[in-house]
């Protein structure tokens, strides 16, 4: 009876003690849906899911449940969540693609949230660039890529050019004293796809042109220059409108180009054919007015409709340089902001250090939800000229007839 008692009158005390204790708050766990088409090498796969494991691995209240798709499909998809209001709450989306998919309304404005957060100020202006629809932000770069200038080091040094060519008129001398017998000084991809107007683009800005500004002097010295390459000094392939990026590599491993624009992506195909024997390297852009390169590679955004912050957290965690570097180096690619970039792997190696100041300077697709008409106007522009079928002025105006009413502000 008396430890019954005590056990009786002790019971109420102990309850509400532990009614009255602060009690530790487990937190809730967030599962969290992520979008990709990172699924072409074992390198794109590795970087992505490493990141998320890490997050996960420090933020055990958060599952993120990941879904790659192919390429193309990734866009049928957010179209398709954006309609149902069904987006995931985070996607990588290839950057030109990144305003319209704002423009449609698939993605979360993130413009309060970016405005108290530091390091927005470390990113190079092109890869932030491609992320703001409208003055919005609507995202943040995550990995980069460039083209610049691959050179056959032996072949110049056999014409007497003791550099790889930094300007137009460099250029243009070194392609042909470069042309002899089936080798040609320069190649470049000009072929009637986006492939081509991601090629043919820096020319137009290394002139101090841009697309909504077609017709005026730039871009009328870009298109005489491109003719003068190919049909004046027959420096650069006949069949230039018809080479794909693939096409031009192969000519430049075989030693039929001496002079290339290509991107890293190119790289480990080079250095794993025995048939390359020469030395070669790496530098940036000519320029006529300015060095510029074309920005390629990935953004993160947030789905709108989603768990805004849950996502944001994730993305501004992934963009620190100690995780960002691991997981740029896995995907062969480069950063895009100056803390990263300054990390000793992107500079002790030339070929390396080359390609990440190609990035640095490099612009963006960012004309609006438009941008593939223009594309293809760009392109039908460039071939009107090379077939001969156009003179620069006359393809110009054509252009611009086309591209300005879909140029928006």
């Known amino acids: 009876m008396k430890n019954r008692f005590r056990t009786s009158l002790l019971s109420p005390l102990v309850l509400g003690a532990l009614l009255l204790a602060p009690r530790a708050v487990r937190a809730e766990t967030v599962t969290l849906q992520w979008w990709d088409y990172l699924q072409d090498s074992a390198g794109d796969m590795k970087g992505v899911d490493d990141l998320i494991a890490g997050y996960q691995a420090s933020h055990p209240n958060v599952k993120i449940e990941r879904t790659h798709f192919g390429f193309g499909d990734l866009k049928t998809k957010i179209i398709q969540a954006a309609a149902t209001d069904t987006m995931p709450d985070i996607v990588i989306i290839d950057n030109p693609d990144h305003q319209a998919m704002a423009a449609q309304g698939a993605l979360a404005d993130i413009t309060a949230l970016v405005k108290d957060w530091k390091a927005k100020d470390q990113y190079f202006a092109g890869p932030w660039a491609s992320t703001v629809y409208q003055g919005k932000n609507y995202g943040v770069p995550y990995k980069s890529n460039a083209t610049a200038l691959f050179y056959n080091e032996d072949l110049l040094k056999a014409a007497g050019i003791q550099a790889s060519p930094r300007t137009w008129d460099e250029l243009r001398k070194a392609a042909k004293a470069l042309t002899k017998g089936n080798t040609s000084g320069f190649c470049f991809s000009a072929v009637n796809t986006e492939e081509g107007t991601f090629t043919v683009l820096p020319f137009l800005w290394a002139a101090g042109g841009d697309i909504p500004t077609i017709g005026d002097a730039a871009s009328l010295e870009t298109l005489k220059f491109l003719n003068t390459l190919v049909n004046v000094d027959k420096s650069v392939p006949a069949s230039v409108s018809t080479l794909s990026q693939g096409d031009v590599n192969n000519l430049f491993m075989a030693g039929q180009c001496a002079m290339m624009i290509n991107g890293p992506w190119q790289i480990p195909g080079i250095k794993a054919n025995a048939n390359v024997k020469f030395k070669w390297g790496v530098s940036g852009w000519p320029y006529k007015v300015k060095p510029v390169s074309i920005l390629g590679g990935e953004n993160f955004a947030i789905g709108a409709h ?60 960012a004309y609006g939800a438009s941008y593939p008409k223009m594309s293809e106007e760009i392109m039908r522009m460039v071939s009107g000229v090379l077939s001969g079928a156009q003179t620069p002025e006359q393809a110009a105006a054509a252009a611009a007839k086309v591209i300005k009413p879909l140029v928006t502000k």
């Open 306 to 365: 989603s768990h805004v912050k849950e996502a944001w957290d994730v993305i501004t965690w992934a963009t620190q340089p100690e995780h960002l570097i691991p997981a740029v180096k896995t995907h062969g690619q480069f950063p895009n902001r100056k803390d990263a970039a300054a990390d000793t792997y992107f500079n002790s190696d030339p070929i390396q250090k080359a390609f990440a100041q190609a990035v640095s300077v490099a612009k963006p697709r």
